[in-house]
């Protein structure tokens, strides 16, 4: 039987969603913790690859079990993992179902922080400099990154991808005066590697005249790297859901 987990994680001690030789990761977390439950060796396949020290609220993988799992599964798989992973939901899912290839939409969020918290060191960046920000500009790059389809200016230098077109939905930033944070929202269809810690590191930059709005178009444009680049920290990013078509 396949199965779709739905499960959430506090990435701060992780090297991120892959296994690593040497660091330890979400996916051999849960992998462990399937393997000891199920009395079986338990390889998971995720909706996508979060960096070290990113979050997710919502995240998705799947697996393949050789036994019916257990009424008590939920529990059990909880206790096993540690206190920054939890898995909320498991379904039962057709054979060909894919955690990463089926899915159609992803969102993140990115959470900037206004004044300095010790109860967020671990969730948002704070930005100490943030009235230097013009907030109408950083939105007014989310709103041009809506006209375009292609974004190799936010990319990795060493991702190695044939294209870089991806399907933007939402590119916006909200405030949350209550919280004393500045959150930037993204959805598309797939992302690059390290794009959204780039589009909000340039949002920064154009936000506080280091650079222009027409210097992002021509990037665009041009698809050739910006003069300037910004990738923001990792703790300040959370995946926050993943749609599928069934």
Not at 52 to 79: K, M
Not at 114 to 136: E, G, I, N
Not at 188 to 217: E, W
Request: aromatic residues 12%; charged residues 20%; contains cysteine.
């Amino acid at each position: 039987m396949r199965y779709f987990l739905t499960l959430s994680y506090l990435g701060a001690r992780y090297a991120g969603w892959q296994v690593q030789p040497n660091a330890i990761s979400i996916q051999s977390t849960i992998e462990l913790a399937l393997s000891t439950i199920l009395r079986e060796d338990i390889a998971i396949t995720g909706c996508g690859r979060t960096d070290a020290g990113v979050h997710a609220r919502y995240y998705v993988a799947h697996f393949d079990a050789q036994e019916p799992l257990p009424p008590t599964f939920l529990n059990g798989i909880n206790s096993l993992l540690p206190p920054d992973i939890a898995v909320h939901q498991v379904q039962a899912v057709h054979a060909d179902a894919h955690a990463r290839y089926d899915a159609f939409e992803r969102s993140y969020e990115y959470h900037l922080s206004l004044r300095k918290d010790p109860f967020s060191t671990q969730t948002a960046w704070f930005y100490p400099m943030h009235s230097q920000l013009d907030f109408d500009k950083m939105q007014a790059v989310g709103a041009l990154l809506l006209s375009f389809d292609a974004f190799y200016p936010f990319c990795k230098s060493d991702s190695g991808l044939e294209q870089y077109h991806c399907n933007l939905l939402k590119a916006s930033w909200e405030k949350h005066p209550e919280d004393h944070r500045w959150v930037f929202h993204i959805t598309a269809n797939r992302f690059l590697r390290g794009m959204v810690r780039l589009i909000v590191g340039s949002c920064l930059q154009v936000g506080k005249g280091q650079l222009q709005i027409a210097d992002i178009q021509q990037a665009l444009e041009q698809q050739k790297s910006l003069k300037k680049s910004l990738s923001v920290p990792a703790h300040g990013l959370f995946l926050t859901d993943v749609k599928y078509p069934y």
